[in-house]
Structures are given as C-alpha cells and as structure tokens.
C-alpha cells in the first residue's frame, strides 16, 4: 500500500473514531418503560397514560424503544417489574402512587437509571415525581355541573380518601357552589380505581338519591354508560367518554402526558436530564379538556371556557379565599391561595358546606 | 372400553412419572394454544423465558426463592387439614389477618431496636391467623356449619379489614394520608439470607416446616389420626379419634401458618403494610398442595414450580407484551393434567372387551 | 321522591342478586347430585365474555345470550370429565376450573376491552308495565331477571316433582345405593355438571350484558365464591337461593346508598355486611334446627364416585 493512500485510510479513521466518541451519547434509540396499574383498555387514567407514550413514540419514531406493562398490582411483585424494566431501560415510568417505595428502592439499585414516579412524593438523584392539577379540571366541571343540575344533587363517585381525590371534591364542590348556592354533593366510597360493576353500582346508587349528574375518580366508564342509559349527564374522567356517553358527557377532564413524557425522554437522549417535582395543570396543558357537548346551553358553555382560559393564563386559582373546612375553622383568608405544601399535597379535609362525613 | 382397576398399592412407578406426563402434556397444549393464537410470536422463545430463564439468572432464581416460601409455609398447614377432609379455603383470610397482627406489633415498637421485635411479630402473626381460622373451627364443632362457607366469607371481611386500618389506626402519620402504614424499621425487617437479593429467612423456616410436618406424619400418631379421619369419620370416631379436636387443631394450625406467612410477607419483601399485602397466595397454596399430592416434602417442590411459572410469566409479560393472564391459563391447564394423571398412580388401565 | 327512591333500590337489588341467583341454583342442583364444582367464578366470567364477544359482533341478544349459555357448558364439561371419568379431586379440579376459566377468559377477551355494546334493557309489558310503582318495580325488569326466576321454579319442581329428580338427590345421598338400584350415577352427575355451567355461564352473561356495557377481564368480582356460599345458606333448597341472594345483593347495594345518606359507618365495615350476614343467619339457621336431626346437606358430596361393578 502506497503511503499516501495509507495516510489517506488512517486519516480517516481516525476521523470516524471521532465522530464515534463524539456523536450523540444515544445513538442507539433511547428506551423508555411505562408501568401501568390497570388496562389501557380502562379507557381511563391508564388509558391516558398509554396515549402520552404513543405520543412521544410518534414524535420521536426509531428514536425511542417503548415497553409498556399493564396491571401491575400495587405490592411486593412491583418491585420486580420495575427491576426487570431497570435492566434493559433508560428511564422509567411508574403511573401510580402505590409503587412509590418499590420505585425508590430499585431507584437505589440502578443509579444510572431515571425513575418518573407519578403523584408520589419521594425524590431522589435519579427520581422525579410528577403529577397534574386535576383539581383545575375539577372547577370547570364543578362549574358546569352547578348550572346544569336540576336536582341540585351532585353525585361523586370516589375511589380512596388520598389528597388527591380530596382536592378533586374539595374544588369540584366550591365551583359549583359559586354558580349554584343550593347545590348539594353525594359522595360514595367505592374503594378501587377500577371495577366496572361496584362504579356502576355506585352510580345508580346515587341517581336513585336524586343525583342528576355524575362525577367520578375511578377508571373506568361504567358511571358514564349508566349515565348515558338512565339520560343524565356525567363527566369524562382522565379520557374523553364521549363513546360511551354520547348525550351524557357534557365535556371531560383529559390527562395530557404526551408533552411531559416527550420532554423527559428527549432529555435522557440529550443527557440533560435531572430530577425535578412537577405539578402542572391547564397553564402547562397538562389538563385539558374535552369538546363540550352541544346538548350545553351557550351561557354555560362560554362561563366554562372562561373558566378554562383564566386557568390557562394563571388568572384565577380553585382554592381562593375565603374557605373554611368543614368544622368551621378557617383555611383560606379573602384572596389567599394555598401553597401547595402542605395544603394541597397533604389535604385531608372538606371544605364548609360539603354535608358528608370525611371518610376515616 | 376401558376400565379402571384399583390398585392394591399405590404405583411407585406413576408417582414419578405421572407428573412428567402432566408437565409434557401442559407445554404440548399450551404450545399449542400459543401457536394458534400468537401467530407472529416465536412459540418457543416463550417457553425459553417461561421456564429458564428464571433458572439461569440469579435475580430471577432469588425471585422464585422469594415467593415459593409463602407457598410452601401456608401449603404445609392446609395439606394438614385436606388429609383430614377439612377444607379451609380461606387462609388468604389468615393470611391478611396474620399481617395485619404480626405488623401492628412491629409498627407499635417503630422507635425501639431489639432482637426480640421480629419473634414478636412472628408470634403475633402466627396466633392472629390462628384466632381467625378457629372462628371457623368453632362454627364447625358447634353448629355444624361448613367450613368452605365461613372462612372464604371472612376472607372478605379480612381484606376489608385491613383496608379499614391502613386508613385508621395503623395508617402512617407522615404519609400524606395515603392508606399504607410506615415502612419497618430495622428490627422489624426479615433478615436476609441471600446478600443483594429479596431472599430471606422465611424459605428456611419454610423448608425447616416441611420437614417437620413430615416427620409428624411418618412418626406421631396424630398424623394417622388425621389420615384415618379423613377417609372415614365414623370409623375414626369408632377408634376414639376425636372429630372435633381434629377440626380444631388443622384449622388451627393452618391458620396459624398461613397467618405467619403473612407476617413473612408484610416484614421481608414488602417492608410494610398496604393494601396490596393479598396476592392469593392462600389460594395458590392449595393448587400447590394438591399438585404435590399433599406431601410435604413434595410441596417444596411444586411451590417452586408454580413460583418459577409466576415469575417467568411476568417476565413472558413484560418482553411479549401478553397479558398476565397467560401464566393463569398455564397453571390452571397443568392443575388439570396433574389431576388427571393421578389417576395413573391410584388405578389400573386396563383394555377389554365388554362381554356379548 | 321516597317512593321513586324505593323503586330504585328495588330494581337496584334484583339487578345485584340476578348474577348470582343463576349461578348459585345451577351449582345447587350439581351440588345436590353430590358433587362440589368450586369453578363457578371461572364458569361465570368465560359466560360473559362468550356472552359479551357475540353481542358485539353480531347486535342479537338472543344469540349472546345462548353462547353464553353454551361456554359455561363447555368449560363445566372439562370438569365433568375429569371428575367423573377420571376420578380427580373436585375441590382440586374446581379450584384448576376457576383459575384456567379466569386466565382464559382474561387472555380471550384481551382485544375487546374497548368495545361498547347495546345494553339488554327492560322489557315492558302493556298495561302492567304501567301501574304505579308495582309496574316498573315488578313489570319492568329486564328479561333476564325473570328467567333466573323461573329457573329456580324450574328446579324447585324437578328436584321434587318429578321421578329423575328424586333419582338425583337419591344419587347425592348415596350413590353407592343409588347404583346398586340400577341408576347411572354418573350420567346423572354429568348432566347436572353441564346445567351448572349453563346457569353459571347465563349469571356471567348478565353481569357482561345488562349491568354494565364494558367487557374488564375479573369483572365477576367473586360472584362466583358468593354463590357458593349462597347454595350452602339456602341449606339446598332452591327457592332459599332467592332469599339469599336478595339479602346479599341488597346489603351491597344498600351498602352504597347508606354511604349517600351519610351513615357514620365507614364504609369498610359496611361493606363487609353481607359476608357477615351470610354467616350470621347461617348459624342461626343451624341453632333453630340442632335439634332436629338435619341432613340437608347431601351425604355424597364432594365424595368420588367409583363403581367396580
């Protein structure tokens, strides 16, 4: 070989080692994996996950690797999945409360792996937490179901008395209330995220109380149909329902992962990725909403989209004194807002008005 | 046609063999099955990762390790009873309840160090299942009331249980209300026995268990007794065995044991106590009982395989993308072929034609 | 208001105690040929998949229905063999039924939990339908509803009213006996099988077809381990599995609405009424009756069956 050409060849090797080292630390597709509690069949709050990761995954093409896995029981076993996950993936999604402490401990195994915890509260080097403002969603629905009900019985139908779901029915009661001061609330403990029958039960338990309006912090459409069937109306919960409530869903609170799944998973790709505490709502877009149903008045309508755009422009907040609890005490003094510790991330308590007993 | 002869003695022959059979028969129809309805799936991959892969990965071997003890503890008691005729179908009910009892004591001593925490806890467990079972023992002896009935009804009333407190009493104060307990401190943690894995000393005590119940067997005249009752009460009543004592002390003490694994549970992989502390084991338990044909020793072994189908499943889950249920199907199919080649120990197959 | 209220609760209660008043008085007549098929959960839930898979591709309830029907047959009979020909242990063998019924089922049904289908509404009769309050309390109810019904009826009069019927309970008492007579024990045994795993099979369907339009894989919640337990709290008498199964689906349901009313009892403890229920009125059943001497429980039961004659 002639020298030249030897050079020629070393040069641009040595070039190609170069690029090789400096090129994009994933070259290979980035992996992600999405632990689900329930089926994405629920057509709710895992369904709404499940839809974030197809979104990164039509966003990003070859460049992500998706594994999903469904119904994985809140218990020892979790740990397990997320272990399996922790050993062929980059970053890893766990989408409820109950793997919190399992996230944590694999978390501690596998540093080098990123952990998003979803409505948790543990952090780490390499956990995040996320969750969303459903409680925003919450008084746009509270809103419209205070205008709308005839009864004035708002019926709830909820899963476990974590804040949560507190904030939920807290917001949701105080929206309807400023539109409606007659308006009264019925809640029912079902005690499950998800269980068709036991939510439809439920529903029909409280329609035949006087409920003519439905609202829900389960998983499934079970309340919807039932709504649909016994002609009154109801809320989509985490998804739209408008399939299985044609005439019954009158909009619905829509969990929109898909911005802040792509934003993390691109973040592992670029190596930029750091643990943070996200707690988003309508501003960010994480809530969202569906169409509102034309069967709406129009003045209800437009005082929901107002509703929707100061919360989009940060300009109200659900939570705005003065409130008291439910014993009378006071929480909130005029035009206070709560901070969100410990108020909102730790709220066991109703607000004044609201005529159930607190579950404990 | 065919008829069954019964043996004089069981075959020696068979209860080797007939288990092989139903294990090659289970992955000939599952296979099968897969091949028909997973059609772009590499039917034998899922084998490979069904069976052996568990075996060949230390973290999934120590994970078959981590649910076999469960299986083999509450197994050994209610094998205990079904040689008896006594059917106790709930000691996931036990279960629960010995958790919840062994994990108050640990949860009531949360700021102190001590050795004697965890004995503590697993005594706690072991009566707290106990107490619960001889509910039903005492509504057998006094009332005649099936036992079936009663202790899968307070199966119910043990989950509900265990809901109510982990919203009440034993919820933890600094948890953001969220219905789980504290998790455990030192002392009241299982120790392991496996460094970098969940193992821990509840597979030893498990083994340790069996072993016992099959010297009790071979040796004390209770385990005769309990044989003779079961295949016939009135004759064993005739002999001075006494029915009710035998319902009382099975109940007891697979209620004690199911109870302690538990307890086992709540302390050694979970490190607390949640909502999710039911995961059926008090129900597998009698699959694994029946496949290993009530013997003790042979319970650890079809602990560990029902174990390894658990976790290779999960496994088949997560790389496939197929539904958990398929580790259900494979269980559920090998139950009935291991069924229904018992027959091949007990009876003789024999060809003949049918007299004119 | 009250009244609508009680209507309500009313059609709420046969709707809860539907499911399990099929599936409680098949596995009674099973049982009272002395056999115990613990697989009814596994039975219920494949009945309503089949149920829920042909409503949807083909809109005829009747059809769904039917296949609903036949599943359960279909998988009963997987047990009956086994049971009958191949002499295994029926609790074991039940418990397998139960668990491959529910595995199958959920794996089957995987592709159709997006699906919604027409609901199987009420009926309404002319003129009756329109009575106050007794007309869609009594007259309204979905056709299902008054099936269960007549099944009970239906085998109330063929355990006591007809000769076969005789000849089975015979069989559950002593087979042994019963064959010495002449009468095909397992013929019998396997028929009533089959039956079991129909009206298991129509319990599932209703839960899949009338209750909610949603196929979710578990959706029998322990239906099938509730009636189980009713056929014992019926003390195997057929129209004792009503009382039963209205006592249970009524304390579920108004377990619910006691939680509208805000009842200051968590709702935990009052979810565990109706189990406790069933065991409390159990044994005062049995107190009323120790000193008769009461053997309603069929002798055979649970007990295999091997003529070597």
């Not at chain 2, 799936?41 to 999934?60: G, K, N």
């Not at chain 3, 595995?103 to 027409?118: L, N, P, S």
């Not at chain 3, 109810?141 to 000769?163: D, Q, R």
């Not at chain 3, 107190?287 to 039961?301: D, G, I, Q, W």
């Amino acid at each position: 070989m002639s020298s030249r050409r030897f050079k020629s060849i070393l040069k641009l090797s040595i070039l190609s080692a170069i690029m090789a080292f400096t090129s994009n630390a994933f070259a290979d597709p980035v992996r992600a994996a999405f632990v689900y509690i329930g089926p994405t069949g629920d057509h709710g709050w895992t369904f709404a996950h499940d839809q974030g990761a197809k979104y990164v995954k039509e966003k990003m093409g070859d460049d992500v690797a998706i594994t999903t896995v469904e119904s994985v029981e809140e218990n020892a076993d979790a740990e397990r999945v997320i272990t399996s996950l922790a050993r062929k993936n980059d970053i890893i999604f766990t989408t409820s409360f109950g793997y919190m402490n399992q996230t944590v401990k694999v978390a501690k195994r596998y540093p080098d792996v990123k952990f998003e915890h979803a409505t948790g509260y543990m952090l780490a080097d390499n956990v995040s937490v996320y969750s969303a403002r459903f409680y925003e969603g919450r008084h746009v629905i509270g809103k419209i179901a205070g205008r709308m009900t005839k009864s004035n019985v708002i019926g709830y139908i909820a899963s476990f008395p974590i804040p949560e779901v507190i904030r939920g029915i807290n917001s949701a009661y105080l929206a309807a209330k400023s539109v409606n001061p007659d308006v009264q609330m019925k809640i029912v403990w079902v005690y499950t995220w998800y269980d068709p029958g036991k939510e439809a039960d439920a529903a029909n338990a409280l329609i035949a109380q006087g409920a003519d309006i439905l609202m829900q912090h389960t998983d499934s459409t079970a309340a919807m149909s039932v709504a649909e069937e016994k002609g009154i109306h109801a809320f989509g919960q985490a998804s739209d329902m408008r399939e299985w409530g044609l005439n019954a869903q009158l909009t619905g609170i829509i969990d929109d992962w898909g911005p802040y799944y792509l934003d993390r998973i691109q973040a592992v790709k670029d190596g930029t990725w750091a643990s943070s505490d996200t707690f988003d709502g309508v501003q960010q877009g994480m809530v969202k909403f569906a169409p509102m149903n034309n069967n709406m008045p129009t003045d209800v309508k437009n005082e929901a989209m107002k509703a929707i755009i100061d919360l989009s422009m940060g300009a109200i907040h659900p939570f705005t004194g003065p409130i008291n609890k439910q014993d009378g005490s006071p929480w909130l003094a005029e035009g206070e807002t709560p901070p969100n510790f410990p108020d909102l991330l730790t709220m066991d308590f109703y607000v004044e008005g609201i005529d159930s007993k607190y579950p404990n | 046609m065919i008829r069954l002869i019964p043996r004089v003695e069981n075959s020696n022959l068979m209860i080797l063999l007939a288990p092989i059979l139903a294990l090659t028969l289970t992955a000939i129809s599952a296979y099968i099955i897969f091949v028909f309805i997973l059609v772009d799936i590499e039917v034998s991959s899922i084998f490979y990762t069904l069976f052996v892969e568990p075996l060949t990965d230390s973290y999934y071997l120590s994970e078959v390790f981590v649910k076999a003890a469960p299986l083999i503890i509450i197994a050994i008691g209610l094998a205990i009873g079904f040689r008896a005729g006594i059917w106790n179908i709930g000691a996931e009910g036990q279960y629960v309840i010995g958790g919840i009892a062994g994990s108050a004591v640990g949860l009531y001593f949360y700021d102190v160090e001590g050795f004697w925490i965890m004995p503590l806890m697993a005594l706690a467990g072991i009566l707290g299942g106990m107490f619960y079972a001889s509910i039903a023992a005492f509504l057998r002896i006094r009332y005649q009331v099936n036992e079936i009935l009663v202790t899968l009804m307070l199966t119910y009333v043990a989950v509900l249980f265990l809901s109510a407190m982990l919203q009440g009493p034993l919820r933890n104060p600094s948890g953001f209300n969220f219905p789980e307990s504290r998790m455990f401190h030192d002392s009241a943690l299982l120790p392991i026995i496996w460094e970098g894995t969940r193992v821990n000393i509840s597979l030893i005590v498990a083994i340790v268990f069996s072993f016992v119940s099959w010297f009790a067997i071979k040796k004390h005249m209770s385990g005769m007794q309990i044989k003779i009752t079961g295949s016939a009460p009135r004759a064993a009543k005739f002999a001075g065995f006494d029915d009710n004592k035998t319902v009382l002390y099975s109940l007891m003490i697979s209620g004690g044991l199911a109870g302690l694994a538990g307890l086992f549970e709540a302390a050694g992989p979970a490190g607390q106590l949640t909502p999710g502390l039911p995961q059926f084991y008090g129900f597998t338990a009698i699959i694994v009982a029946f496949l290993a044909r009530l013997h003790p020793i042979g319970i650890i072994f079809s602990a560990s395989l029902i174990a390894l189908t658990y976790v290779g499943g999960e496994n088949v889950q997560i790389d496939y993308n197929l539904p958990s249920s398929i580790t259900q199907i494979f269980q559920g199919m090998l139950l009935f072929y291991f069924l229904a080649c018992d027959i091949l120990i007990k009876y003789k197959i024999v060809l003949f034609k049918p007299n004119r | 208001m009250t009244e609508g209220l009680l209507i309500n609760i009313f059609i709420g209660i046969t709707i809860a105690s539907t499911p399990l008043i099929f599936a409680a008085i098949g596995e009674l007549l099973v049982e009272r040929s002395g056999v115990l098929n613990l697989g009814v959960e596994g039975m219920m839930i494949v009945g309503a998949l089949l149920g829920f898979i042909v409503i949807s591709h083909t809109n005829n309830p009747y059809l769904a229905v039917l296949a609903a029907l036949l599943a359960g047959m279909a998988i009963a009979s997987i047990f009956a063999f086994l049971t009958q020909f191949l002499l295994t242990n029926q609790v074991a063998t039940g418990l397998a039924l139960t668990l491959f019924g529910l595995g199958f089922a959920a794996f089957a049904g995987r592709d159709y939990t997006e699906v919604t289908i027409d609901l199987i509404g009420p009926i309404y009769i002319p003129i009756l339908s329109e009575i106050p309050y007794l007309g869609p309390a009594l007259f309204s109810l979905n056709s299902l509803v008054y099936l269960a019904f007549f099944m009970v009826f239906l085998v109330w009069w063929f355990l006591f009213k007809t000769k076969q019927g005789l000849i089975l309970r015979a069989i559950g008492d002593n087979h042994d006996a019963a064959h010495a007579i002449g009468h095909k024990v397992i013929r019998y045994r396997v028929m009533a099988i089959l039956f079991g795993g129909a009206m298991a099979g129509l319990g599932g369907a209703f839960l899949s077809l009338v209750q909610v339009p949603i196929w979710g894989e578990g959706m029998t919640a322990g239906r099938g381990w509730i009636a189980l337990g009713l056929v014992v709290f019926a003390s195997w008498q057929p129209f004792r599995v009503i009382l039963g199964a209205i006592l249970f689906g009524g304390i579920t349901v108004l377990q619910l609405h006691a939680q509208g009313f805000d009842i200051r009892i968590s709702a935990q403890y009052l979810s565990m009424l109706p189990y406790l229920a069933t065991i409390i009125i159990l044994v005062s059943l049995r107190m009323r009756l120790k000193n008769k001497t009461n053997r309603t429980v069929p002798n055979c039961l649970g007990r295999i069956f091997h003529s070597t004659t």
